[in-house]
């Protein structure tokens, strides 16, 4: 058994907060179903409105432009999908153009749908990035100059953490004509967002990022922004998503933006110490490592290591039978042997790629758990490093 179990791995999934799991518990007897019109289908109807109206207020919103989801996945779909939905009626986005714009360090929730609308006639462009993961402005400009429909670009990105300058990223695009959605799944609860300030059309925020339940999720669209619907049934949402209401998991979502509205600021200065602790630590420890990212416009909690000469998996499996729990880069592309497309678009290289480490860290960790990743790591790396016939270059040839 190991000493401690440390859980790093915040931006694969949290845990539920203590009060959303209160309210989730109390939330089992709101049974009713939200469209009924009897006493317990109210009931239902009012929580939802209730978490409707939290979540606008944190994000700067009007509640009538927030829209409950199944996550984050659906969300990017829904907006994605909407350049071709298949309608013939449809005229929400024009057609004929550079369709998407978007980058190549997005989460496949977002590459992947690019790639099956590519498969369906739409053109795409995948902005490269910079090596700290900003967008590389040249090549937006050059996009932008085509007239796309829509541009999607995420906030923050879930392996390396860097955070774009979307106010003007959304400007340019709005110049052009462009419709602007950004994927905030990671950026949520970490960063302060105002939609309307930020000027953009849609946003994408999925719940159990921010200790909230699984498989519920918001879609922000602007009031008069172009809409059609992904999941066709009921007339729920206003006709905007089909599907009997998950009141439950809206209960939960609005409770962990209560909670995160109330503690943001406090909680994100603690986990940033934590995390700029731990890097610390490392760069102090083990030689031959590269850190990936941008050095200041990064998520709070989020590190990305790149080891030399060893295999993340390996790094990953070892720090496991220590009770750590990390990550090699995002949750969903786990159990894949390719490198990291993220850090491979930053031009890390292959081999650099394969060894690389992320650490999220969030609300349950102490400085104990620092302390603790900081003691058993670099003798994990040393083992390995010594097992390994791929290290044996003294540097890397990259600055850290
Ligand atoms: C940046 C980003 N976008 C989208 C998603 C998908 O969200 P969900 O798990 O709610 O479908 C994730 C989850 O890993 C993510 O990190």
Redesign the pocket.
Known sequence: MPERIVYMDY??TTPLHPEVKKALVEGFDIFGNASSMHTLGRKAHEEIEKARKVVADFLGAYPEEIVFTG????S?NTVLQMIDCGSATCRCMSKGRLGLVTTQIE?P??LNVAQYMENKGISVAYLPVDPTGKVDMEAYKKALAKSPALVSI?MAN?EIGTIQDIRTLARMAKEKGALFHT?A??AVGKLPISVHELGIDYL?F?A??LYGPKGV?ILYVRKGAPYCTFIHGGHQEEGRRAGTYNTLGIIGLGKAIEIASKEMDEEVARVRALRDTLKKGIQDRIPDIHINGHPTDTLPGTLNVSFQGVEGESILLYLDMEGIEVSTG???ASGSLEPSHVLLATGVGPELAHGSIRFSLGRENTIEDVNYVLEKLPSIIQRLRKMSSAYSVPSLGRSA
Not at 71 to 74: Q, T, V
């Open positions: 931006n694969a996550g984050g996945s659906e990017n989460h929730s977002v995420m879930n994927d799944v990671q994408s999925s159990h990022k999720g995002s949750a969903c």
